[in-house]
């Protein structure tokens, strides 16, 4: 596992359920308390699930299942482009995410500062677009994780270009 992935992961957890005491939690029992570690009916050990493989794995390990792993994000100004503005994708090397969890965060983090802060007023009522559109960014990219048959040779790619997302699965 990315035990740095894990952390941080474990620092979201707690500040999202008000629960300080989990960042200091052993990881194994923080893995069978939350169900990604099971015990094996064949030797009744404890083993890695392939969820928490996909979620925290390191790419070798990944690709030790799932031989065909690969997470994709690219920025166009258009489909036609050749070019890509700027990628994030799965792979080997310290600036690339491993796992499902650090493709998430990065692109994430991506998604916010592509995204302009507009608004729009209404009298003396300000709405800002910038936090709903992030929102349901961030769902649709939950979703397309989440339901991706990682056995298949497609990767999951999000495309974002100038005037919509797209997100594919295979």
């Not at 960042?23 to 029992?29: K, L």
């Not at 998430?104 to 677009?129: A, C, S």
């Given at each position: ?29 923080f ?13 009744g ?10 979620l ?25 482009d ?42 003396l ?42 997100f594919?699965?295979?």
């Amino acid at each position: 596992l990315n035990l740095i992935d894990l952390q941080n992961y474990k620092v979201l957890y707690s500040q999202v359920n008000d629960e300080p005491e989990v960042i200091s939690a052993d990881n194994e029992q923080f893995l069978i308390d939350h169900g990604l570690v099971r015990i094996d009916r064949k030797d009744g050990k404890y083993k890695l699930s392939k969820a928490v493989l996909l979620l925290f794995g390191k790419y070798n390990s990944i690709l030790d299942v799932y031989p065909s792993f690969m997470l994709d994000f690219i920025v166009k100004n258009k489909a036609s482009d050749v070019d890509y503005l700027d990628r994030i994708y799965t792979s080997w090397g310290d600036e690339n995410p491993d796992n499902i969890f650090s493709f998430f965060q990065k692109v994430m983090n991506k998604v916010d500062t592509l995204t302009p802060d507009t608004f729009e007023l209404n009298g003396l009522t300000r709405k800002n677009w910038k936090n709903s559109f992030v929102r349901a960014v961030r769902e649709a990219m939950v979703n397309c994780l989440t339901h991706a048959d990682y056995h298949s040779r497609l990767a999951v790619q999000i495309s974002w270009f100038d005037k919509r997302v797209v997100f594919q699965n295979p």
